[in-house]
């Protein structure tokens, strides 16, 4: 196990990593992305649109985390501890934002948060795993 996300028993999602270097990544996706299935899927979208070639970055602001995402990787920085930020392979974030999705989509809503995305942004989404 690298990292893997679960509920806790007051429903909220949290990470555990064997590997340290991940920490930033889980916490970002806990923090920051929390249990909003459109975050996710936003979030999912840019990786899959950038790792095409159909965007050259993004960036995200949330509570905690700032991030830059690119065809180079993710670079996460924490916006209230210096010391918290990381850089990220984009097939790597790619592979754990999926395994995050995987933790959100046990709720049944997600149906209803696809759906929804697809319309708003006018196309299917373009993660395969949904």
């Given amino acids: 196990m690298s990292i893997e996300f679960h509920w806790s028993k007051e429903r909220v999602a949290e990470y555990r990593s064997t590997d340290r ?31 095409a070639g159909r965007k050259e970055s993004e960036s995200w602001e949330g509570n905690a985390w700032a991030a830059e995402l690119s065809s180079g990787g993710v670079d996460l920085q924490n916006l209230w501890r210096d010391v918290l930020k990381a850089h990220y392979p984009l097939p790597e974030v790619r592979r754990v934002v999926a395994q995050y999705w995987r933790l959100l989509a046990e709720d049944p809503d997600r149906t209803r948060a696809v759906i929804e995305w697809e319309r708003e942004n006018g196309r299917q989404h373009p993660f395969h795993g949904l």
Avoid: K, N, P, Y
């Fill in 21 to 51: 270097r991940l920490a930033c990544l889980g916490m970002w996706l806990t923090d920051d992305i929390q249990v909003v299935h459109e975050l996710c899927l936003d979030l999912l979208a840019d990786l899959e649109d950038i790792s």
